[in-house]
């Protein structure tokens, strides 16, 4: 039998579908930041991953999911009072935030099984996308640990739980822009190792904001020290302000004062570590790589601005989203300047086609 093309250019058809679940993942980490900015993350306080999909559809179904709200500590404590309308409020931004994480899983998983049943999918995608299945099924047993952090000793979730949830979220939408750009076939780009090196540690870095910006959020920093670029009277804080819990390096975590420190100092470095890069990459004549070492020096630029503004105007939710929005630009950036510059030797991640009709 002759072998042809299939109708569909499996390339073409992976590609798109890995670029949307990207969109949807981003989409995700913007209704969780939403649902963190409005206090509504608390608001189911079980885990149903299939029938918790249907939200309360009667007066009595809404009563009983108000009535175990007010169990926990955050309604006792924060929300005494609140009215079954108000509930309603921020019971909608839970149940859309974790909606939306169970149609992520499908639309990761049926099309998935599609093109493996296809045969259109090389050995190393195939394990890649097996890999950052596993890592969206981690995913959500840490939102549930995370919401479970809440519900007996907390009026909040931790701010561990809450920065390792949104990293890991984080990890797999770059996977994902990871495997889209090993797609398309490139030339090597002639540059530097210096070049590879900063820009791998211009990502590394943004990991580590994006980690210290979940301590900041978990920990509402950000409603403190409202001033810039001076914090609590200085630009560098008293060492005891600092560090005045045991041990020490709870401070980097719990110490409001110092989480915030953190997040500036890591911004201040990642923004001038993103400009010595441009300038490197664009003396270099690295091609490419300098372009996109621009492009992301101009990402980082604007989101420093945010920052500023979202600090300066004690977190509204529109600059605190657009904050968020950007950092999600900035990793995208960093994740395809990094791939830019890196080897290509061995990047097989190509869809094949397979015979009309036949499965793989």
């Not at 072998?3 to 980490?29: C, E, F, Q």
């Not at 950000?222 to 560098?236: E, H, K, L, S």
Request: a positive charge; proline letters at 4%.
């Amino acid at each position: 039998m002759t072998t042809i093309s299939a109708p569909i250019n499996p390339h073409r058809a992976v590609r798109w579908w890995l670029i949307s679940v990207a969109a949807l993942i981003a989409l995700m980490v913007l209704v969780g930041g939403a649902t963190r900015l409005t206090e509504s993350g608390l608001s189911i306080v079980e885990w149903k991953p299939v029938t918790g999909s249907v939200p309360p559809l009667s007066d009595a179904a809404w009563t009983e999911a108000f009535e175990a709200y007010k169990k926990i500590p955050q309604y006792r404590e924060l929300n005494a009072g609140m009215s079954l309308s108000e509930f309603k409020q921020i019971f909608w931004w839970e149940w859309s935030h974790r909606l939306l994480g169970r149609f992520i899983g499908v639309a990761y998983l049926l099309p998935f099984l599609f093109f493996l049943w296809r045969g259109g999918l090389s050995g190393e995608l195939k394990r890649r996308l097996w890999l950052l299945f596993a890592l969206g099924g981690l995913q959500g047993a840490v939102g549930w640990w995370m919401v479970a952090s809440g519900l007996s000793e907390r009026v909040e979730v931790s701010q561990y739980r809450l920065a390792t949830h949104l990293v890991l979220a984080l990890l797999i939408f770059a996977g994902i822009v990871w495997t889209v750009r090993r797609f398309k076939e490139r030339p090597q780009i002639a540059a530097p190792v210096r070049l590879r090196f900063t820009s791998a540690l211009l990502l590394a870095v943004t990991f580590v904001q994006i980690y210290f910006g979940a301590l900041v959020a978990g920990l509402r920093a950000g409603r403190a020290y409202n001033t810039w670029p001076q914090i609590d009277g200085a630009f560098v804080p008293s060492w005891e302000r600092l560090w005045f819990e045991t041990p020490w390096w709870r401070n980097m975590f719990d110490n409001v004062l110092t989480v915030q420190f953190e997040h500036r100092m890591t911004a201040y470095a990642l923004f001038v570590l993103a400009a010595l890069h441009a300038i490197d990459a664009v003396r270099s004549r690295a091609g490419a790589a300098a372009s996109g070492a621009l492009w992301l020096f101009a990402a980082v630029s604007v989101q420093a601005v945010l920052g500023v503004l979202t600090l300066l105007n004690q977190v509204p939710i529109d600059l605190a989203l657009s904050h968020q929005a950007v950092a999600i630009v900035v990793l995208t950036l960093a994740v395809m300047q990094v791939e830019r510059l890196a080897s290509r030797q061995s990047a097989d991640v190509q869809p094949h086609a397979v015979p009309v009709g036949q499965p793989g």
